[in-house]
């Protein structure tokens, strides 16, 4: 068993709760910009309005007036369910100025996961974004049979909205929301947020004050180069998600603009505009825009050239990275000019893609390639890649500025011990450690001497730098008795820009294989691209099954992916043979969470009969 500590270096209580951090922001800085908000109708180019933070705490004293007046009691459960918006956050902290604990609800979700959250949360009152949203509120509403429930929407409306609420809570005295805004501690549950379940069935995650105060406070002081009154985000992310709400009050908390966007497709046009110095992301996107650079080359001729760059960019994240325990550490003459050609040719065009003004990117929610990392700060544009989960209020470990290993998600957040068991368990214990579940029951399991327990594996180099190798529900032990982690394969397939998820089986078979899935938009680009007009026009099944692919030149593609994951990996772990599969990846097909991570179980049960075949067929393929 071993264990690495990082000490707190900021307590949180000097605060009673979440809301004195904005609080405190308002004392130093009310005319500071906190909020930047997009047009109803403009485009994500146009001039977008800016908000102060004295003009939102105004905005959230006259939305929590309105909840007090509705009747929203101190300790009530108040549900959001709505995409990405600046009206998110107003409701969040107008709610904990009520004295509210805030439920968030997917917009994604069905009305019966719905319904499921409103019971288990004890809700009646609830703010949906649009209209369609609040249909499925007051659906899930009516199936759950709660007496007296109320939806408001963001939008405006004929039916009750935000305005509505604030112009009945123009009775309510400032005293009564202060009064009211002061009633939680650090110990009060903050929020209830609903597990994605890649592996079961969602769990109400009961989140403390503390919980997001010593994380705002510590990731603060830890991350100076990046939380700064000069930066600035744009936050896309699910604000249902526990990562985007701290984040979103790390940055409102120590001055960084924020502007939200619900659709991903927008976050890239908007960046010149909105010139963001930090953005959080999931690999998926850097791998997107490393493959359109590589795409927009091609079309030039240069595809040659641009696998040189890449390569160069790779080598110099390496001398970066080294540099950081070696400092004599130097570049060759060789490597050097090679950097200054391509960093006028391609990597000042991507830096500048980005806005011009990204000092640092923070990668999650999923393994990041190492070599991907490597690129990325080659051409001057860094990724802090950290580990978290809902249960210990997003960041659990993290690289550091000036410490960034590649293939590693870093050491523990300050004030936070993580300990891994005999099994090789990670395991938490620290500020951001949640309080427990609402079920009872699912606790029994869920620590043990203290700690909870993240069902992940990993391993600690001796820095105290984790390493993730999976998670141990997915272990597969074949025929053989080899106990295989799957996750190593399957992220270096998924580092792949065609693919969105792979997946290993060979559970009691006497060789490991694969599922592969497509990433529909890219397969669609890269059939386009190729001149395959027959597959470019191939339909997704409705029923929610999926369609095997077997082109000649896309399984070359695909096989050399594959090659190169087993190539990286033990020969007993490599898988033998595979199938290509195209799907419908949206989460109204079921098998992926809100967070886009696929429920590997129901998948895998869905795609038997390709499982099967795999094992049918024993002619070897790789």
């Known amino acids: 068993m071993r264990e690495f500590t990082t000490p707190l270096l900021v307590a949180p209580s000097m605060h009673q709760n979440a809301t004195d951090l904005l609080m405190q922001r308002l004392r130093t800085s009310p005319e500071h910009i906190a909020f930047e908000i997009r047009s109803a109708d403009g485009a994500v180019t146009d001039p977008w309005r800016q908000v102060s933070t004295r003009e939102f705490v105004n905005e959230v004293r006259a939305l929590a007036k309105g909840f007090i007046a509705a009747g929203l009691q101190p300790g009530e459960s108040l549900a959001i369910m709505s995409a990405t918006r600046y009206e998110w956050a107003l409701t969040d902290m107008a709610a904990w100025f009520a004295g509210a604990i805030v439920v968030p609800i997917y917009e994604t979700s069905a009305v019966e996961q719905v319904m499921a959250v409103l019971l288990d949360a004890t809700v009646r009152f609830a703010i949906a974004g649009t209209s369609d949203e609040a249909s499925i509120l007051e659906r899930g509403f009516e199936q759950a049979g709660i007496p007296g429930s109320r939806v408001w929407t963001m939008d405006t409306r004929v039916e009750p909205d935000l305005a509505d609420l604030v112009d009945d809570g123009k009775r309510v005295a400032d005293s009564v929301v202060e009064e009211r805004r002061l009633l939680a501690t650090l110990e009060s549950t903050a929020t209830i947020v609903y597990t994605s379940g890649t592996t079961a069935a969602p769990k109400g995650a009961l989140i403390t004050h503390g919980n997001f105060v010593g994380q705002v406070l510590n990731v603060a002081a830890a991350y100076t180069e990046v939380v700064k009154e000069s930066g600035n985000t744009i936050i896309f992310l699910p604000m249902a998600h526990v990562l985007a709400r701290g984040l979103q009050l790390t940055c409102l908390a120590n001055g960084m603009r924020i502007a939200h966007l619900a659709d991903t497709r927008e976050v890239v046009p908007s960046l ?351």
Do not use: C
């Open 272 to 622: 010149g505009a909105l010139k963001p110095t930090f953005l959080v992301v999931v690999p998926r996107v850097l791998q997107k825009i490393q493959a359109s650079a590589a795409a927009a080359a091609a079309q030039k001729h240069l595809g040659q050239l641009w696998h040189l760059a890449q390569d160069t960019a790779i080598d110099w994240g390496l001398l970066a990275e080294a540099r950081e325990t070696n400092p004599a550490a130097q570049a060759t003459l060789g490597l050097r000019v090679r950097h200054a050609i391509f960093d006028r040719l391609f990597y000042t065009r991507l830096r500048t893609l980005v806005g011009g003004r990204l000092d640092y990117l923070l990668s999650g929610a999923a393994a990041l390639d190492a070599e991907l990392s490597l690129f990325f700060r080659g051409i001057g544009l860094p990724v802090i890649e950290g580990y978290g989960l809902t249960e210990t209020t997003a960041p659990l470990t993290g690289n550091m500025p000036g410490s960034i290993k590649s293939g590693s998600v870093g050491v523990p957040m300050p004030g936070t011990t993580v300990r891994l068991s005999d099994d090789g368990e990670v395991l938490a214990r620290g500020v951001g450690v949640f309080a427990g579940y609402t079920n009872t029951t699912d606790n029994l399991d869920a620590f043990t001497d203290g700690f909870f327990r993240t069902g992940d594996l990993g391993e600690f180099d001796e820095q105290g730098r984790l390493t993730l190798r999976g998670r141990i529900k997915d272990v597969i032990v074949t025929a053989g008795g080899k106990t295989v982690s799957p996750t190593i394969w399957e992220g270096y397939v998924e580092s792949d820009p065609l693919i969105a998820h792979a997946v290993m089986v060979g559970e009691g078979k006497p060789f490991l294989g694969g599922l592969v899935l497509l990433d529909p938009e890219s397969f669609q680009e890269w059939a386009t691209r190729e001149g395959i007009t027959d597959i470019a026009r191939l339909r997704i099944p409705d029923d929610g099954g999926a369609v095997e692919i077997d082109d000649e030149q896309l399984l070359k593609a695909i096989l050399k992916a594959v090659g190169a994951a087993n190539a990286k990996i033990a020969r007993s772990e490599q898988v033998r043979r595979f199938i290509v599969l195209l799907t419908d990846l949206s989460e109204s097909n079921e098998i992926l969470t809100p967070t886009m991570k696929l429920k590997r179980d129901k998948f895998i049960e869905r795609s038997r009969f390709f499982v099967e075949k795999i094992y049918a067929d024993t002619r070897n393929q790789t």
